[in-house]
């Protein structure tokens, strides 16, 4: 069974297009994540959730907005999509309460091209 | 989260060991150094993390330093399938700041 699952794995769309990219883990985390991996391959924090509650956003853009239905899910929708947001998106999970500093699990990626 | 610095690319011979720097000399106490690493196309993979003391697992093994201002990570007998980017993070164990900063990272490729 995968542990952190995406859909789509690669998606193409056109400027101005509003999207959303889904996320599940099965591992019974309690905090989920999204990260942005640009064209020079570097890994950056977007979003992360704990217990429905967000508890980072960096300095993102407003079209981003990370949805998380349940403790298993944390779906990123982006409205009116831009050439710059072409990228990598990975999400990732870990159990933050109780025994400390534990790892994180990332996803496959869903590969985002903007047109 | 404490900055680190790694060499930009390291090249290691089959079934050798694969010793991988890092460098994180403004490390606070309560700071952990941790292991991910990056085969091409696929999500980060975490490997090892550890506070002061070495530690070891089926992956790899973490020596840190006394000063705990550099840590190296050794892969004992490194296969093609270790070849990726290896990134060094130090960050709290938990706490508010759970995200992982990455850097630039080692890309470490294994020669037949």
């Not at chain 1, 999207?19 to 950056?44: A, P, R, V």
């Not at chain 2, 290691?12 to 694969?18: D, I, L, N, Q």
């Not at chain 2, 006394?66 to 892969?75: A, G, M, P, Q, V």
Request: proline residues 4%; glycine residues 6%.
């Amino acid at each position: 069974d995968t542990a952190v699952s995406q859909t789509p794995k690669y998606l193409v769309t056109q400027m101005g297009n509003d999207k959303s990219i889904k996320c599940e883990q099965n591992l019974g985390h309690d905090t989920m994540y999204w990260y942005k991996q640009d064209s020079k391959k570097f890994l950056k924090i977007m979003f992360s959730y704990n217990n429905k509650e967000l508890i980072i956003n960096e300095t993102v853009p407003n079209r981003f907005s990370p949805k998380s239905p349940d403790k298993a899910h944390l779906n990123l929708h982006i409205n009116s999509l831009e050439l710059g947001d072409s990228a990598v998106y990975f999400c990732a999970s870990s159990q933050e309460s109780g025994r400390a500093a534990d790892e994180q699990f990332f996803g496959p990626g869903t590969r985002l091209t903007v047109l | 989260d404490a900055k680190t610095t790694q060499p930009t690319s390291m090249d290691c011979a089959e079934g050798r060991a694969a010793n991988l720097p890092c460098n994180h000399s403004t490390i606070s106490g309560n700071e952990y150094v941790y292991w991910y690493r990056q085969i091409h196309s696929q999500g980060p993979q975490y490997i090892i993390h550890g506070l002061k003391n070495n530690e070891t697992n089926e992956m790899a093994s973490l020596i840190i330093t006394e000063d705990r201002k550099s840590s190296t990570l050794i892969l004992p007998h490194a296969t093609l399938r270790d070849t990726a980017v290896y990134y060094c993070i130090v960050r709290v164990g938990r706490g508010s700041a759970r995200q992982l900063t990455f850097g630039s990272g080692t890309q470490l490729t294994v020669l037949p």
